[in-house]
């Protein structure tokens, strides 16, 4: 088996500093002094720092932009030495964890310092931000810090990510050549009488041979006809004659997610279940037309929702017909009614109409774009436009 030809990982260090001058420019504008990190792909996306050891909980980690300068970075001391491979040149540290003061001295000192220009202080706070530190501590730092006030800083981090460098779309470019590879495969080896749960391993081993890093989103749903959910599964269930499977996967190269599915049927299925992928096809294609500069998200739902109300959808539980895409699964704005975020060329963007075409029946269909300046480019390889039939 080979594996899909894939570019250099990391970036080089103007990446960083242009995403910083970047964001020293929209502080500027808003009269902001500094912005406090402290998720993962923040962090990443300002230091190139990447490790799995987010996934331990139990230590916090920070990241300060300030109005002028590099970035200065407020970590354990386990994460020095990787830290110190980045860009960054101000590492301060503490021997965590050390839950009397995990940090929060550190930090807020550090605050202080800068925030005097304006005296205000940016955190991300808004739709698809979190804090990853206790909130005794945010408290703490609250108390330490009052002086300073802390304003909204969402809107920066959410318009500097939303629109990727070519050395990013190069990344999630891998990421969905990859997985297109893999669905492309999958018929080979799937087939009745296996599990939802043994296609999907046989898929997740076979993304992985491929040269993905991982696959930490794969989902697996299937029933006679359609299927019901597109967030559980896989399960032990036995694919039957007449089923339809979905997998759905967010697999990621150097840090950066695909996020697209692809729907099979096993053996002959019923019309209802063919006319639906049709429907969600042509859906699809729309909102790939759709997609240019100056259209906004709330349009891109608009063309695609004409076309599955036509096809005679009873409804969408998603709630939306795509998302941004990037570091993580979903990423900023959503393709739905009333968001009017205006596309702009780099922006990554997945296409994913669904609907219940009948009670307990779902089609859903979904693809990766990059907005151009004129058409827009497909990153996922397109789907076969007839519901594919293995056996």
């Not at 260090?13 to 002094?33: H, I, K």
């Not at 989902?219 to 359609?226: E, N, Q």
Request: glycine content about 10%; hydrophobic content about 40%.
């Amino acid at each position: 088996m080979s594996t899909v030809a894939i570019t250099a990982r990391g970036f080089p260090e103007n990446e960083y500093a242009e995403r910083t001058r970047r964001a020293q420019e929209l502080m500027a504008a808003s009269r902001v002094d500094a912005i406090l990190l402290s998720t993962e792909p923040e962090v990443r996306y300002f230091s190139g720092f990447h490790t799995q050891f987010w996934e331990s909980p139990s230590r916090p980690w920070f990241l300060v932009v300030p109005r002028e300068g590099k970035p200065i970075a407020v970590i354990p001391e386990i994460g020095v030495a990787g830290m110190q491979q980045t860009w960054l040149e101000d590492i301060r540290s503490w021997p965590a964890p050390r839950p009397e003061d995990d940090g929060v001295s550190l930090v807020s000192r550090l605050l202080c310092d800068i925030c005097k220009v304006h005296g205000r202080l940016g955190m991300p706070m808004g739709h698809e931000t979190n804090l990853r530190m206790p909130l005794t501590d945010f408290h703490r730092l609250r108390d330490a810090t009052g002086h300073i006030d802390l304003v909204d800083g969402s809107d920066i981090t959410h318009r500097l990510r939303a629109v990727k460098s070519e050395a990013e779309i190069d990344k999630i470019r891998n990421a969905c050549e990859i997985a297109s590879a893999g669905f492309e495969h999958l018929p080979t080896y799937a087939s009745t009488g296996q599990t939802e749960r043994e296609i999907c391993r046989q898929f997740r081993i076979d993304l992985l041979r491929r040269g993905a890093d991982t696959s930490p989103y794969l989902i697996g749903a299937s029933g006679y006809g359609g299927y019901d959910n597109i967030i559980m599964g896989p399960t032990d269930r036995t694919l039957l004659a007449g089923d339809v499977l979905i997998i759905d996967t967010g697999t990621t190269y150097d840090g950066y997610f695909c996020d697209f599915d692809r729907n099979f049927s096993f053996g002959d299925t019923t019309d209802g279940a063919r006319r639906a992928y049709d429907v969600v096809f042509r859906a699809t294609e729309a909102g790939i037309d759709k997609a240019r500069p100056g259209a906004t998200h709330a349009q891109l739902y608009e063309a695609m929702w004409a076309i599955l109300e036509q096809g005679g959808a009873l409804g969408n539980a998603v709630g939306r017909l795509g998302h941004g895409l990037g570091m993580q699964l979903t990423e900023g704005a959503s393709n739905m009614p009333g968001d009017d975020t205006v596309l702009a060329p780099g922006m990554v963007l997945t296409i994913e109409p669904g609907m219940t075409f009948a009670p307990g029946k779902m089609m859903v269909h979904e693809e990766n774009i990059v907005i151009r300046d004129g058409p827009a480019e497909l990153l996922s390889r397109r789907a076969a436009p007839e519901l594919p039939c293995m056996g």
